[in-house]
C-alpha cells in the first residue's frame, strides 16, 4: 500500500523531494548569523541541532505531502512545540527541552512499565516482546500510546524514510566535502 | 441460502479483518429450525459486538442474510426478540461445544436487550441462511470454504479469533520489518527481531545526528571562510556540473533530472555568492 509506494517502485520521489526541502533549510541555516555572545562549541552544537531539525522537518513533511503517517505528524508537532517553548522563554528552555530529549523521563517510564504488567496477563504470549515493543514506541515518533499492530506498521515507513534520510544526507556531505577538496587542490594549484 | 452469498457479501464488508462468515463459523451449512436459529444468531451478535448495521426484517432470505452479515452489530439488538425457549437452546448447546463464558455472554446478551424490536422471521431467514447444525456436530472438521485456523482444540469464539487474526497481523508486519533490517532474516523469535530493529534505527538515528553535524561543519566552513575555496563564481556552474555528475553516477539518471540537479545549482550559486559577498 503506501508502504510500497515509497521504496521499490519509485524510490527517488521520497529522495528527491526529501533532498530538495533540506538543501533549502541548509541554506537557510547557513545565512543566519551566529549570535555573537556563545562559545564556538555551543554554536556548533547549536546549528548541528538545527541542521538536525532542519532535516527531520524536511523529511516528515516530503512524506507528509503523499501519505498522513503518524510519526511525521509527531515531528511536526514536536518541532513546533519546541519552537513555542523557545520563544517563549529563550535563555534556557532550549538546553532544557534537548536534555529531556536525551534522556527520557524515567519516573513515567516506570509507570509504563507497570501498565504493561497489567497487560501481561491478557496476551501472555507476547510478554517477552512488550519490552522490546515499548523500546521501540520511545524510538518511533508518535509511537507513544500506539498498538501493536500499527507501530508496527509505522516502524516499517519510519525505516525506510530514516535509510532515505541517511543516504541523502550522506550524499550531500559526500558532495560538499568532494567540493571543497577539490577546490583546495586547485588553490594549492594556484 | 447459499453459502458463497453469505461468506463473500456479507461479512467481508463489514469486517476489516476481512473474515468471512464461514471463516467465524466453522460448520456446515444446513437448514434446520428456529430454536438453533435463535441460538445461531446469538452466537453472532455475541461475536460481533458493535459495528453499525441495518437490515429491514420484511426482505426475503438471501437478502436478509446479507444484510444481517452487513450489520453484525445489530443482532445484539435483535437477539433481544429471542423467546425464552431460544435462549435456553443457545446456553445448552454452547455449553456443548463452546465454553461456559460464551453461553453465559449469549444469555446475558440476551436478557439485557430484552426491550428491542421483535424481529422473529428476520432472525428465522437469517439464520437459515447461517449455519444452524452446531449442536449436532460440534467438532466436525471444517469443509472447504471455510478458511479458518481453527483447529480441533482452538477456540472458535470471536475473541480468539479476532486474536489470532491480530497475531497474524503483527507477524505480517514482522516479516516487512525483517526484510527491511539487514540480517534481520536469520534472526528467530519476535523479541530478538525487536531488538535487532530498534538497534538498527537507533544506530541509523544517531547517524542523523552524526551527518547532521558533519553537514554544520563543512558548511559553516563554506560560509565563513571563503578564501579556501579558491574558485570564482565563472566557474563555478561548470564545476558543480562535474562534482553531480560524478557522485549521481551511480544513482538513477530519473532521480538526478528531477529537480535535483538544479538544486544543486542553486545550492552552489547561492553558496558563491556568499562566498563572494
Redesign the interface.
Known amino acids: 500500500m503506501k ?1 510500497i509506494q515509497i521504496s521499490p517502485s519509485n ?3 521520497l ?2 523531494r526529501f ?2 526541502r533540506f ?1 533549502r533549510s ?2 537557510k ?3 543566519v548569523l551566529p549570535t555573537s555572545s556563545s562559545s564556538p562549541r555551543r554554536i ?1 552544537l547549536q ?6 531539525t532542519a ?2 522537518k524536511s523529511l516528515a513533511l516530503a512524506v507528509g505531502s503523499s501519505s498522513k503517517r503518524a510519526w511525521s505528524r509527531a515531528i511536526l508537532w514536536k518541532i513546533q512545540y519546541k519552537a513555542k517553548a523557545i520563544r517563549r522563554h529563550r535563555p534556557y528552555s532550549f538546553r532544557r527541552i534537548c536534555g529531556s530529549n536525551n534522556r527520557p523521563n524515567i519516573g513515567n517510564k516506570r509507570f509504563n512499565d507497570k501498565k504493561k504488567r497489567k497487560k501481561k496477563k491478557r ?1 501472555d504470549d ?1 510478554e ?2 512488550i ?3 515499548d ?2 514506541r520511545e ?2 515518533p508518535g509511537g507513544e500510546g500506539m498498538d ?2 500499527s507501530l ?2 509505522e ?2 515507513h ?3 524514510c ?2 532515505a ?2 543516504q541523502v ?12 577538496s ?3 587542490s ?2 594549492h594549484l ?1 | 441460502m447459499d453459502p458463497p452469498l453469505v461468506n463473500e457479501s456479507s461479512f467481508s464488508a463489514a469486517n476489516p479483518s476481512s473474515y468471512s462468515l464461514a471463516e467465524i463459523w466453522p460448520y456446515p451449512i444446513n437448514g434446520s429450525g428456529a430454536a438453533e436459529v435463535g441460538l445461531r444468531m446469538g452466537n453472532m451478535g455475541h461475536g460481533f459486538g458493535e459495528s453499525s448495521g441495518h437490515r429491514d426484517g420484511s426482505a426475503e432470505e438471501s437478502t436478509v442474510t446479507e444484510q444481517s452479515g452487513g450489520g453484525c452489530g445489530r443482532k445484539r439488538r435483535d437477539l433481544s426478540s429471542e423467546d425464552e425457549s431460544s435462549k435456553i437452546v443457545s446456553t445448552t448447546s454452547s455449553a456443548n461445544d463452546l465454553n461456559d463464558s460464551n453461553g453465559k455472554r449469549i444469555k446475558i446478551s440476551g436478557s439485557k436487550n430484552e426491550n428491542g424490536g421483535s424481529k422473529t422471521e428476520v432472525e428465522a431467514s437469517s439464520a437459515a441462511g447461517s449455519k444452524p447444525a452446531e449442536s449436532s456436530k460440534p467438532s466436525e472438521p471444517p469443509k472447504d470454504y471455510i478458511h479458518v485456523r481453527a483447529r480441533r482444540g482452538q477456540a472458535t469464539d470471536s475473541h480468539s479469533l479476532a ?1 489470532r487474526a ?1 497475531r497474524e ?2 507477524s505480517e ?2 516479516k ?2 525483517q526484510d ?2 539487514p540480517g534481520c532474516n536469520k534472526v528467530i523469535g ?2 530478538l527481531v ?2 535487532e ?2 538497534n ?3 544506530s ?2 544517531r ?3 552524526f ?13 565563513l571562510t571563503p578564501t ?4 570564482h563564481p565563472k566557474d563555478v556552474g561548470a ?2 556540473f562535474d ?2 555528475g ?3 553516477g551511480a544513482q ?1 539518471a ?2 538526478f533530472a ?3 540537479q538544479t ?2 545549482l ?3 550559486v ?2 558563491s555568492f ?1 562566498r563572494a559577498t
Open positions: 508502504l524510490p527517488s520521489s529522495k528527491s533532498r530538495r538543501l541548509l541554506m541555516i547557513k545565512t556548533f546549528r548541528s541541532r538545527r541542521i538536525k532535516a527531520d496476551h507476547e517477552e516482546e519490552g522490546e515493543a523500546q521501540l524510538l518511533v501493536l499492530c508496527l506498521d516502524t516499517a519510519y525505516l525506510k530514516l535509510i534520510q541517511v544526507m550522506r550524499s550531500i556531505d559526500q558532495f560538499y566535502s568532494q567540493s571543497q577539490q577546490s583546495q586547485q588553490s594556484n | 486474536e491480530r497481523k503483527i508486519r514482522m516487512i520489518l527491511l533490517v519476535k523479541a525487536l531488538d530493529i530498534i538498527y534505527i537507533q541509523l538515528q547517524q542523523v545526528e551527518l547532521s553535524m558533519k553537514l554544520e561543519a563543512v558548511n559553516s566552513r563554506m560560509s579556501i575555496e579558491g574558485f564545476q558543480s562534482a553531480t560524478m557522485m549521481f538513477t530519473r532521480e528531477q529537480g535535483s538544486e544543486w542553486h545550492m552552489q547561492g553558496g556568499e
